[in-house]
Each structure stands twice: as C-alpha cells, then as structure tokens.
C-alpha cells in the first residue's frame, strides 16, 4: 500500500516514466504469487508459525534492500524480492486465523487481524509519504524494516503454532502443482479463487493511479495525499471488526455482496464526485470502508472451504491470485490512465469489483453458522 501514494516521489526522484510507475506494483504482487502458491503446502505440513518466521525475517531484509536502488531496474528487481518475502508470509498468515480459530469466530478475528492492518496504513502510510519526500524514497522503507524486525521477534516469542492436523504426504514441485489442479477442479474453489483475483484486479485498477489523478487534477502534495490515506485506514479501523462480527451472525455472502455492489457505485461516480480535493477523503473513507467490510467476511468464508490440513494450500491459491490480479491491474492501469484517463479505470475497476460480488454469490456455499456465547480464550 505504501507504494500508490508515493509513485509520483519514486518517479521523480529515480526518473522513472509515469506509464510504467504500476509495474513496481506488478512485480512485488507477481512475485507475492508464486511464492504464496510455493509456501502454501510447504506450512500444511512445517506448521504456519515456522513460515512466519521465515517470512518476516527475509522481508525485514527485503525491505532494507531498497536503499540501494538508483534506478528503475534496481527498483523493479528490489520490489520482486520484496514480493518473494511477502509470499512467503502471506497464504501463512490467513491460515494461521483458520487453524487458530473456530468458523464461528473468524469473522470477527479476521477483522481484528484486519484492523491491525488498517492501523499500520493510518501510521505508516503517511509517515512513509512524508518521509519520502522530506528524506528520500527508502527512507520509509527503512524504517519499515525496522519494524518488521520487531513483527519477527514478536513471533518468535509470543506466537504459538495452532494444535492443528498436519498433512504428512510428502510433496515436490510436481505433487504441489497436482494438489493445485485437483482444488481447481473443484466448483467451488475455482469460483472462488477467480472471484479473489478480479477482486484484487479492481482495487488495484482503482487505487494505483488514484494519488496521480489527485495530483494531477487538484496541484495537491504528498502531506495531502498521505491525510487521505489515513482517512483510508481509519475506516479499515472502524468498519473491519464490526464487519466480521456482523457476519458471524447474517452469514458471509450477504455482507461480501453489499460491499461489491457498493463499491462499484462509489467508483463509477469518483470523476463526477470529486470536484474538489477535500471530497476525495469522504469518498476514500467509504471505499476504504467498503473494502474492509467484504476481506474479513470472504476470508473466513474460504477458511471453511477445505479441511485444516489443506487449508493452507486454499490460501496460499487465493491469495497468489488474489496478488496476481493486484499486478495485473496495476499493469493495466498504467495503460488506461495514460490513454484514456483516470475515468476509464474507475469504470473498469467498478464492472470487476461487480463481476467479483455476482461470482460469490452464485457459486459459493454458504458454510452453516453456530451460536456463539463467549469468545475463545
């Protein structure tokens, strides 16, 4: 997230041409997803909170590597490491709610986990903004990986790993790929992985060029830019608890289609909307908060989908593509942006967050809910 507010300071600063700025966001989201899809079998049967590990130490390192761009291709190459660790971290930590927490209460732990999210945007993002323009563009990605440092000794010493079946088979590159195939084959997982990656292909679409838009359009800097984010955040807060909580009770597919519907109406009517800049935080406090009240709902609407010890493959799918179409809209956008105008993304990105919220509907199950009088300890 760090990255869409400050493409304009990265371009600036490394000379690198707008048309291109979204493949920073390709390239870490592509690598997201082939690593996410490596991990996935590899946590069912080591344990999530080993990969966890592994995860935030090499994005702690990853991290540090952006000092050392000084160009567009050091950049894009640092940002596919970075992807890598994300990968790894990624499928891990989503399964780790699953294994964790029983299907009653996930809604309201994924929205927590959500929230805690949320509050690394509303902190970090326009700390990071300021930074890089005040600094340099490492600067907030050197802090970042200072405080990814302390996300690994937290793990370390206060995460336990989830008393959870694990699968036993042993597996390669080729076994991996056959589990993979035979999930697809499944309806059900095929909706819903494809549903996670036209979600993702929408956020991106939208959110990538939105701060190059405003800049554009309005003369606003990055100190506005970054407030907007944290309104951002601030709804992610609000709304991702009380979204999961909700759900537990009225069921999933209710919540994810009101939010889809929702947002495709707020981004069709962005260029319409804003006609002054202090518009843009209303309207990016609600997309925001329609956002965040469909990810906690779909999460653990997947987590029910397979059992525990496959659960971390299902992840691990969904989020790659989900990361996947996160990289492919920002590929996109770049295009549409340069050609057409930020009102052909917003179009774009509304008629696939649509698609995303029919898919859901009408091809996933809705997993049978139990009453719930105390929270887990």
């Known amino acids: ?111 927590w986990v959500m929230s805690g999210a949320a509050t690394g945007q509303i902190v970090g993002i326009p700390l990071g903004t300021i930074l890089s323009e005040s600094i340099a563009f490492y600067a907030p990605f050197l802090l970042f990986s200072a405080t990814m440092a302390v996300t690994f000794v937290f793990v370390w010493k206060l995460l336990p790993q989830p008393d959870v079946e694990r699968n036993t088979t042993p597996i390669g590159i080729a076994g991996a790929l056959k589990q993979y195939s035979s999930m697809l084959q499944r309806s059900d997982i095929a909706a819903a992985s494809f549903a996670y990656f036209v979600m993702f292909l929408s ?74 800049f202090s518009i843009a935080y209303i309207l990016f406090f609600v997309i925001m908060m329609l956002v965040a009240m469909r990810i906690s709902p779909f999460q653990a609407l997947l987590s029910e989908i397979v059992a525990g010890n496959n659960r971390g493959t299902l992840m691990s799918l969904t989020v790659s593509l989900g990361q996947v179409g996160f990289g492919v809209g920002g590929a996109i956008a770049g295009l549409t942006y340069t050609m057409s105008g930020y009102a052909s993304n917003t179009i774009l990105s509304a008629l696939f967050v649509l698609m995303a919220g029919i898919i859901i509907y009408r091809f996933l199950p809705e997993p049978q809910l139990k009453s719930v009088k105390t929270a887990p300890a």
């Open 1 to 111: 997230m760090i990255i869409a507010p400050i493409l304009p300071q990265l371009g600036l600063q490394l000379n690198i041409p707008e048309a291109v700025q979204g493949t920073l966001i390709t390239a870490y989201a592509f690598m997201v997803g082939v690593f996410a899809l490596i991990m996935g079998p590899v946590s069912d049967r080591i344990g999530r909170r080993r990969i966890l590990l592994y995860g935030t130490l090499a994005m702690t390192v990853a991290l540090a590597l952006h000092a050392a761009a000084t160009g567009y291709t050091s950049m894009l190459v640092i940002r596919a490491i970075a992807g890598a660790a994300g990968g790894v971290l990624s499928g891990s930590a989503v399964s780790y709610i699953g294994d964790y927490f029983p299907y009653e209460r996930r809604g309201w732990a994924n929205g």
């Open 203 to 276: 956020i991106s679409m939208y959110v990538v060029y939105l701060p190059t838009w405003l800049s554009d359009s309005f003369s606003v800097g990055a100190k506005d830019i970054a407030t907007m984010f944290f309104i951002g955040g601030v709804a992610n807060v609000i709304t991702g608890p009380q979204a999961g909580r909700i759900s537990d009770r009225i069921g999933r597919k209710k919540m994810i289609l009101i939010s889809c519907v929702g947002t495709s109406a707020v981004m069709l009517g962005t260029t319409y909307l804003v006609v002054h």
